[in-house]
């Protein structure tokens, strides 16, 4: 590797790591040759009740699809993050919690840990959940949401955490399609100085959901909300009258341990089901790895708990591994555009895990409030969620790291659970901009439309073509949605949805999704429910939705709207539409740019050409290619001169 562009592991990392670059090499042909040697050996890193004896059980055969890993083992995911370590780290802390506001924190020992998760378990118990029985978790960062997870882990419930930003609709929809009994939130939440109305929201979202028998509500700020008598409970009260001990119970690997909702190209949202064994064993070898941790590292993933990376790399990866996570309430650029390099110097962060939208938003904000900040504590910087393009990388690496931290950009997905490609620190030379190589037992193939696998420095459809212990293993209540969505595409392979690029290298470089899903500040957005949500107001007869690019955000959400018959397309209704939409979904659906579509682009067939679309709304109409089969071609002209993005 001689290209200029490629930055060197350092000595002394390769020597302090957990694996060198031959020690990477070795390992992972080792893992890909004898899968089940490999995993046999390393699904010991957690503590199971009954040992398994078998490992793989696996086939990607749409006629007869399952993925079964460490099948016959048991085992407890809250005992292996908490009662194991009490031994040796009973007075270690388990969460670092940096409240919003910078004058509040919080150090959770693992001793704390056990009796607050305990206690949370019981009062589930108390409100009736079993195991087997799904539990909504709709909370803002704080360490109740550690804490509820955690509980029912414990208990053999299975979670389903919605992000704090979501309406009450779209919690509604969540709340619905799995069917929980119980609801856990708070008052409200607190943001950038701004409070978030959750019991509100959830009070809104129940007038939906019959089958919620109670709600039970975390104290944050005491600010004033409505309660429901005989189903509301404040947690304080609930868990004082409850035992501080909830002995773990015995789950198979194979049990459901949470569901998380996540956007697809088509349809509603789906319930990815994560399960036990394989699920820990993953993110906890990949946490050790990836992130090259070492006992007494702090460790800082900035992600909300609401999303898989806060599922993954806040709460069971690390504390399985015994680590010291730390859990941020607040958002970048408040009370100033300092803080997460403050809040770094406060708790001296080794590790820092984040998303490229919030360095480019960062970064545009120059040097000097990062370079205020000493940073000394950090040896290791991350990246997730989104491509990140080459410029923000070497921002990244040079402002904030001062050249001396490696960056891993680490790709995966709401489905594989954990990371699948990235350097590993002390194995892998860094090429900005590249998530370089594959973990230890991930196959990644690039594949044609054809779905004929592309070998050497190629382009094509991102697929990986065998299954790794964190795999997703349905989607919630309806398997054939996980079938045809996954293994349909290009048969015997997982399909990611993303495409990518495979250099001379054999480094992999994402370049983005390849189907209707767009990526706005690293968060999935479906296109398709965007569209429903302009849909269902009465003013709007048609949409369509593509995402463009966008300087900060990474996407942005660009809308072609059609109005019914007789209604005037004005700027308060452009302004409507937005506030619509993010009462619909949430803020992170709003639209950036609505263009009023007297007609869409579609083939004679009826379908929407939403390739010219794209290129409409990236402002690159000069270059639309074939537009013969449109039905009628004069609308495009329109688009064009119409069209709201002329950066
Ligand atoms: C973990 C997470 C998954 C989608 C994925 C891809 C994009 C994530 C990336 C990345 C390029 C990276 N993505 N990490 N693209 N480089 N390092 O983000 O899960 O919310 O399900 O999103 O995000 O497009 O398919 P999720």
Same mark, same amino acid.
């Given at each position: 590797?001689?290209?200029?562009?490629?930055?060197?592991?350092?000595?002394?990392?390769?020597?302090?790591?957990?694996?060198?670059?031959?020690?990477?090499?070795?390992?992972?042909?080792?893992?890909?040759?004898?899968?089940?040697?490999?995993?046999?050996?390393?699904?010991?890193?957690?503590?199971?009740?009954?040992?398994?004896?078998?490992?793989?059980?696996?086939?990607?055969?749409?006629?007869?699809?399952?993925?079964?890993?460490?099948?016959?083992? =048991?085992?407890?995911?809250?005992?292996?993050?908490?009662? !194991?370590?009490?031994?040796?780290?009973?007075?270690?802390?388990?969460?670092?919690?940096?409240?919003?506001?910078?004058?509040?924190?919080?150090?959770?020992?693992?001793?704390?840990?056990?009796?607050?998760?305990?206690?949370?378990?019981?009062?589930?118990?108390?409100?009736?959940?079993?195991?087997?029985?799904?539990?909504?978790?709709?909370?803002?960062?704080?360490?109740?949401?550690?804490?509820?997870?955690?509980?029912?882990?414990?208990?053999?419930?299975?979670?389903?955490?919605?992000?704090?930003g979501f309406s009450p609709d779209a919690l509604a929809g969540?709340?619905?399609?799995?069917?929980?009994?119980?609801?856990?939130?708070?008052?409200?939440?607190?943001?950038?100085?701004r409070?978030v109305p959750?019991?509100a929201n959830?009070?809104e979202a129940?007038k939906k959901?019959?089958?919620?028998?109670?709600?039970?509500?975390?104290?944050?700020?005491?600010?004033?909300?409505?309660?429901?008598?005989?189903?509301?409970?404040?947690?304080?009260?609930?868990?004082?009258?409850?035992?501080?001990?909830?002995?773990?119970?015995?789950?198979?690997?194979?049990?459901?341990?949470?569901?998380?909702? =996540?956007?697809?190209?088509?349809?509603?949202?789906?319930?990815?089901?994560?399960?036990?064994?394989?699920?820990?064993?993953?993110?906890?070898?990949?946490?050790?790895?990836?992130?090259?941790?070492?006992?007494?590292?702090?460790?800082?993933?900035?992600?909300?708990?609401?999303?898989?990376?806060?599922?993954?790399?806040?709460?069971?990866?690390?504390?399985?591994?015994?680590?010291?996570?730390?859990?941020?309430?607040?958002?970048?650029?408040?009370?100033?555009?300092? !803080?997460?390099?403050?809040?770094?110097?406060?708790?001296?962060?080794?590790?820092?895990?984040?998303?490229?939208?919030?360095?480019?938003?960062?970064?545009?904000?120059?040097?000097?409030?990062?370079?205020?900040?000493?940073?000394?504590?950090?040896?290791?910087?991350?990246?997730?969620?989104?491509?990140?393009?080459?410029?923000?990388?070497?921002?990244?690496?040079?402002?904030?790291?001062?050249?001396?931290?490696?960056?891993?950009?680490?790709?995966?997905?709401?489905? =594989?659970?954990?990371?699948?490609?990235?350097?590993?620190?002390?194995?892998?030379?860094?090429?900005?901009?590249?998530?370089? !190589?594959?973990?230890?037992?991930?196959?990644?193939?690039?594949?044609?439309?054809?779905?004929?696998?592309?070998?050497?420095?190629?382009?094509?459809?991102?697929?990986?073509?065998?299954?790794?212990?964190?795999?997703?293993? =349905?989607?919630?209540?309806?398997?054939?949605?996980?079938?045809?969505?996954?293994?349909?595409?290009?048969?015997?392979?997982?399909?990611?949805?993303?495409?990518?690029?495979?250099?001379?290298?054999?480094?992999?470089?994402?370049?983005?999704?390849?189907?209707?899903?767009i990526?706005v500040?690293?968060?999935?957005m479906g296109t398709a429910e965007v569209e429903s949500a302009l849909v269902a107001h009465p003013k709007v007869a048609e949409a369509a939705v593509v995402g463009y690019?966008h300087?900060?955000k990474?996407?942005g959400i660009y809308a072609y709207v059609t109005l019914t018959a007789g209604e005037e397309p004005t700027e308060a209704l452009r302004k409507e539409l937005v506030q619509w939409v993010r009462k619909e979904i949430g803020p992170i659906a709003s639209p950036d740019l609505i263009q009023w579509a007297p007609g869409l682009?579609?083939?004679?067939?009826?379908?929407?050409?939403?390739?010219?679309l794209?290129?409409?709304a990236?402002?690159?109409?000069?270059?639309?290619?074939?537009?013969?089969?449109?039905?009628?071609?004069?609308?495009?002209?329109d688009l064009?001169?119409n069209r709201m993005n002329?950066?």
């Amino acid at each position: 590797m001689s290209d200029a562009s490629v930055i060197p592991i350092r000595e002394d990392r390769a020597k302090s790591a957990w694996i060198d670059e031959k020690g990477y090499f070795d390992l992972y042909e080792r893992s890909i040759k004898d899968p089940d040697g490999f995993w046999a050996e390393h699904g010991k890193r957690i503590d199971w009740i009954k040992p398994y004896s078998k490992v793989k059980d696996i086939s990607f055969d749409r006629n007869n699809l399952h993925i079964r890993w460490f099948e016959d083992g =048991t085992l407890n995911v809250a005992a292996n993050c908490i009662d !194991r370590h009490l031994a040796k780290r009973r007075d270690q802390v388990a969460i670092i919690w940096e409240g919003d506001d910078p004058s509040e924190h919080k150090n959770i020992t693992y001793g704390q840990l056990h009796e607050e998760v305990c206690r949370f378990a019981n009062v589930l118990k108390a409100q009736g959940v079993k195991k087997g029985d799904r539990v909504t978790i709709y909370l803002p960062m704080i360490p109740e949401a550690a804490y509820a997870m955690l509980a029912c882990a414990r208990i053999g419930a299975i979670h389903s955490v919605v992000f704090g930003g979501f309406s009450p609709d779209a919690l509604a929809g969540r709340i619905v399609d799995c069917d929980s009994t119980v609801v856990v939130t708070s008052d409200e939440g607190l943001r950038g100085g701004r409070k978030v109305p959750l019991k509100a929201n959830t009070d809104e979202a129940l007038k939906k959901c019959p089958g919620v028998k109670s709600v039970v509500v975390v104290k944050r700020t005491g600010g004033k909300i409505d309660w429901a008598d005989g189903r509301d409970v404040w947690y304080h009260e609930a868990a004082s009258k409850v035992p501080a001990d909830c002995p773990p119970e015995e789950m198979k690997a194979e049990d459901p341990l949470f569901i998380l909702y =996540t956007s697809g190209s088509t349809g509603s949202p789906k319930g990815v089901l994560h399960t036990s064994g394989g699920y820990l064993v993953y993110t906890s070898m990949t946490h050790q790895y990836v992130f090259d941790y070492h006992e007494g590292d702090i460790y800082w993933c900035t992600a909300d708990v609401g999303w898989v990376t806060g599922h993954s790399y806040i709460v069971y990866g690390p504390l399985a591994n015994g680590a010291t996570t730390l859990m941020f309430e607040g958002v970048p650029n408040y009370p100033d555009g300092s !803080r997460f390099w403050q809040v770094v110097d406060k708790h001296k962060v080794n590790t820092f895990y984040t998303a490229p939208t919030a360095i480019r938003a960062l970064m545009r904000d120059g040097e000097e409030p990062v370079k205020k900040t000493n940073r000394k504590s950090l040896r290791l910087l991350g990246s997730v969620g989104e491509p990140i393009n080459p410029e923000a990388w070497l921002w990244y690496y040079r402002v904030v790291g001062d050249e001396k931290s490696p960056i891993v950009d680490t790709w995966w997905q709401t489905e =594989t659970g954990g990371i699948l490609i990235s350097p590993l620190p002390g194995a892998t030379p860094l090429k900005p901009g590249s998530a370089t !190589r594959p973990f230890f037992g991930v196959l990644p193939v690039l594949v044609d439309h054809e779905g004929n696998e592309l070998k050497g420095a190629t382009e094509g459809n991102l697929c990986i073509a065998d299954s790794w212990p964190g795999q997703m293993r =349905t989607v919630y209540g309806d398997h054939q949605r996980f079938i045809d969505t996954y293994f349909s595409t290009f048969l015997g392979y997982y399909f990611t949805g993303d495409g990518a690029r495979r250099d001379e290298d054999g480094y992999y470089w994402i370049t983005g999704r390849v189907d209707d899903v767009i990526n706005v500040s690293g968060h999935r957005m479906g296109t398709a429910e965007v569209e429903s949500a302009l849909v269902a107001h009465p003013k709007v007869a048609e949409a369509a939705v593509v995402g463009y690019p966008h300087d900060i955000k990474g996407q942005g959400i660009y809308a072609y709207v059609t109005l019914t018959a007789g209604e005037e397309p004005t700027e308060a209704l452009r302004k409507e539409l937005v506030q619509w939409v993010r009462k619909e979904i949430g803020p992170i659906a709003s639209p950036d740019l609505i263009q009023w579509a007297p007609g869409l682009p579609k083939t004679r067939s009826g379908k929407i050409m939403r390739r010219i679309l794209r290129k409409i709304a990236a402002n690159e109409y000069d270059a639309l290619g074939d537009t013969s089969t449109l039905a009628d071609p004069g609308v495009v002209n329109d688009l064009i001169e119409n069209r709201m993005n002329r950066a």
